[in-house]
C-alpha cells in the first residue's frame, strides 16, 4: 500500500515538501490519543528479547531513527508511534539558520538513496533547548541531540559554537553528538583531524559536564564514510583518550564513483551528501574497522545504507550495540520499524546468542573473544 501510495504521490512532489508533508500527518497523529495508541499498538510491538541497554540508558531496542528527520524536535512523540527506540533530532547549530537555497534534496529511486544539501537548516539552539524543556513526553524514548557548526562562524570559532550549543540542550539530552561530518557546510570535515577534533570533544565535554551536575550526559562523535582507514583508527584512538562514550558510523559520502549508481547521472552528481542503499558496503565496513579497534570499549552505533532487518542484524554482529535509519523510512514508508524489529527478533532466534548484547561484534571477534582486524 505505501509502496503504491509513494509511486503516485511522494515521487509526483519536491522530495523536501514531501518531506515536511509526511512529517506533519506523523504529528498530528501522535497528537490524537486514540489514534496514536492504535498505531503504536501496530508500528511499534514490543519484543522483550531485543532490549538494550546503551549508554547508560535502557531502551526498548536497539533500533533509531538518525539525526536529519526531526531537525527541530517538533516529532518526537510521533517517531516513537513509528517504532522507533531512540530518536535522534537535529542537527542543531548554536544559532538559527535557513539552510542551502532550495532545492536541496533529491531522490534516486532506482538506488534507494537520497541526496542532501541541507545546510544544517534549523531554529537555533535556543529554540530547540526552550522546545525540549517544555515537552511532555507521551512515549517514553531516548532522545539523543546532535550539534554542529553555525554556517556564518569562521572555524577559529567553532569550539566555542558548539559549546554555546552544548551548554543549552545538555540538559534535555540522553546523549549528545558532535556532528563533524556533514558534507555541506563549509569546512566542517576538516574538524575531523585530531589536531581539530581534540580540543572541540575536550570543549564540548567540559560544557556538558558544567550545564549537567547531576548526571553525566554520554558525549559521541559522528563521522564520514570517506575517512581513509588511518583517520578511522586516529578518531577511535582519540575517542579512547578522551574517554568519550561512543563513535557513530557513518555520515552522508561525498563520493559517487564505485557505487553501482543506476539513477540519471546529471541526478546522481547533484553536490551534496549521498545516504541510502549505496552507502552500506563503506559504512558496515568503517564499523568493522572501529569496533576491531576499540570493542566494547566504545559503543558503536551503525547507521548508513540499513534498510532491513539483515542491514542492521549486520551493523551489530560487526560491533554496533545501536542501529539507526533514515533514507529508508522514505522508501519503506511507517512499517520500516516494525519490520526491521520483528525481523532481528527472528534472527536472534535462530542464532547462537542467548542475548542482543552477545551477538555484538561477534563476526567481528575471533574464537578468543577478542577484537581483531
Known amino acids: 500500500m505505501y509502496k503504491f501510495f509513494f509511486d503516485l504521490v511522494f515521487t509526483r512532489m519536491d522530495p523536501e515538501k514531501a518531506h515536511h508533508l509526511a512529517f506533519r500527518w506523523i504529528r498530528l497523529a501522535a497528537r490524537v490519543p486514540v489514534l496514536r495508541t492504535l498505531a503504536a499498538a501496530v508500528l511499534a510491538p514490543r519484543y522483550k528479547e531485543l532490549r538494550t541497554e546503551a549508554l547508560g540508558l535502557r531502551m526498548h531496542g536497539p533500533f533509531g531513527l538518525a539525526a536529519g528527520f526531526d531537525k527541530n524536535a517538533t516529532g518526537i512523540d510521533g517517531m516513537a508511534m513509528l517504532g522507533f527506540d531512540h530518536v535522534e533530532i537535529g542537527t542543531v547549530t548554536g544559532e538559527p539558520q535557513p539552510g542551502n537555497p532550495r532545492k536541496r534534496l533529491f531522490r534516486l529511486v532506482p538506488d534507494r538513496a537520497l541526496i542532501n544539501r541541507m545546510g544544517f537548516n ?39 559554537d558548539y559549546v554555546k550549543s552544548t551548554e543549552r540542550l545538555a540538559a534535555h539530552a540522553d546523549y549528545l553528538v558532535v556532528n563533524v561530518s556533514s558534507p555541506n557546510t563549509p569546512g566542517l570535515r576538516d574538524l575531523q583531524a585530531t589536531e581539530s577534533l581534540r ?62 549508481l543506476k539513477s540519471d547521472p546529471a541526478l546522481a ?17 568503517v564499523l568493522r574497522r572501529l569496533y576491531a579497534r576499540v570493542g566494547d570499549r566504545l559503543v558503536l552505533v551503525g547507521v548508513g545504507g540499513v534498510e532491513s532487518a539483515e542491514d542492521a542484524w549486520q551493523r551489530i554482529l560487526a560491533g554496533a550495540t545501536l542501529v539507526q535509519g533514515y533514507s529508508a523510512l522514505v522508501y519503506e514508508g511507517p ?13 536472534l532466534a535462530a542464532s547462537p546468542y542467548a542475548t542482543l548484547a552477545e551477538a555484538v561484534g561477534a563476526a567481528t571477534r575471533d574464537h578468543s573473544g577478542k577484537a581483531t582486524a
Do not use: C, M, Q, W
Open 335 to 347: 512499517f520500516y520499524a516494525r519490520a526491521v524489529h520483528k525481523g532481528l527478533a527472528a534472527r
Open 122 to 160: 534549523n531554529e537555533g539552539s535556543a529554540a530547540v533547548a526552550e522546545r525540549l524543556r517544555t515537552r511532555v513526553p507521551v512515549f517514553r524514548t531516548v532522545v539523543g541531540v546532535n550539534i554542529g557548526k553555525t554556517k556564518a562562524v569562521p572555524e577559529a570559532e567553532a569550539v566555542a
Open 269 to 285: 552528481a547533484e553536490t551534496g551528501g549521498l545516504s541510502g542503499a549505496p552507502v552500506k558496503a563503506r559504512s558496515l565496513e
Open 199 to 260: 580540543p572541540l570533544l575536550t570543549a564540548v565535554r567540559e560544557a556538558a559536564d558544567r550545564a549537567v551536575t547531576d548526571r553525566r550526559v554520554p558525549l559521541l562523535v559522528k563521522i564520514a564514510p570517506d575517512l581513509a582507514d588511518e583517520d578511522v583508527d586516529a578518531v577511535a584512538d582519540l575517542a579512547l583518550e578522551l574517554g568519550l562514550d561512543g563513535i557513530i558510523a557513518t555520515n552522508t559520502t561525498i563520493a559517487r564513483e564505485g557505487l553501482g
